[in-house]
């Protein structure tokens, strides 16, 4: 099983910063991409950012330029430096990671717990 255990969330005032962290452990053969999901009251589950092995980098358009994610692949640890936080970055915020147990097994999706942030003055 893989485990990916978060923190760093909180309260910050608006324009304020927060840094996010993230670590994968368990049986962990190649971890292909890591990853920040996060999801809003009444709102879908969105992609914030995302570094993949081949060394891609996503961010989603309403954080790009006040958010920065940094991924140690040897570590299976990933980060999320946010910035000029804003009230609708307010959110449970999720690490998510893409791996391999086994050389004889696909890619599987695992989630972290979500930590709750909060923009507000």
């Known amino acids: 099983q893989v485990q990916l255990v978060e923190s760093g969330g909180g309260l910050v005032q608006p324009g304020g910063s927060l840094r996010l962290s993230c670590a994968a452990s368990g049986s962990i053969f190649r971890n292909d991409a890591m990853g920040w999901y996060r999801q809003a009251p009444g709102k879908q589950r969105e992609l914030v950012a995302q570094?993949?092995?081949?060394?891609?980098?996503t961010y989603v358009d309403s954080v790009k330029g006040r958010f920065t994610i940094s991924r140690d692949n040897a570590k299976n640890t990933v980060s999320l430096q946010m910035n000029s936080l804003k009230p609708e970055d307010t959110a449970v915020y999720y690490c998510?990671?893409?791996?391999?147990?086994?050389?004889?097994?696909?890619?599987?999706?695992?989630w972290g717990q979500g930590t709750q942030v909060t923009v507000s003055s």
């Open positions: 998510y990671a893409r791996v391999k147990v086994s050389p004889l097994r696909g890619y599987n999706a695992y």
């Open positions: 570094d993949t092995t081949l060394g891609s980098t």
